[in-house]
């Protein structure tokens, strides 16, 4: 049976696997590499970016496009501090509802004056 966190290959009989002592059988999810601080930053640039054509009254098309990507990145930015238990879990979450309020925003309104 192959380990699903290393692909070392046990035999069909074994319950832990030989080179890592992983439980065989069970599915490994790797940990984050990317701390939640950069995705929290990435949502509240997006957000400004996204805010601005809106501001300067131009280019409504990349305010939504903008806004969207906004919207994804500070909905998994909100929640990532939470799934890692962040020490700084308020603060990350304070910087990604920013970034998420203004995709929010953004996007709306740039759909409401494109059309």
């Known amino acids: 049976m192959k380990c699903s966190k290393c692909g070392f ?3 069909d009989d074994a319950l832990f696997c030989q ?12 940990e984050m590499k ?18 601005i054509p809106i501001i300067l009254n131009t280019a409504y098309i990349a305010a939504i496009v903008f806004g969207a990507l906004g919207l994804v990145m500070g909905g ?5 501090p939470r799934l890692k ?4 879990m308020k603060v990350l979450m304070a910087i990604s509802a ?3 309020v203004l995709s929010v925003i953004s996007f709306i309104y740039g759909i409401y004056l494109y059309f």
Do not use: M
Not at 34 to 51: C, D, H, K, R, T
């Open 9 to 11: 290959n046990n035999p």
């Open 85 to 88: 238990a962040d020490p700084n």
């Open 76 to 80: 998994y930015a909100f929640n990532a």
């Open 98 to 100: 920013v970034g998420l």
């Open 19 to 30: 080179k890592c002592d992983w439980k065989l059988g069970e599915t490994y999810i790797p």
């Open 34 to 51: 990317i701390g939640g601080s950069v995705f929290a930053i990435i949502a509240l640039a997006l957000g400004i970016i996204a805010i």
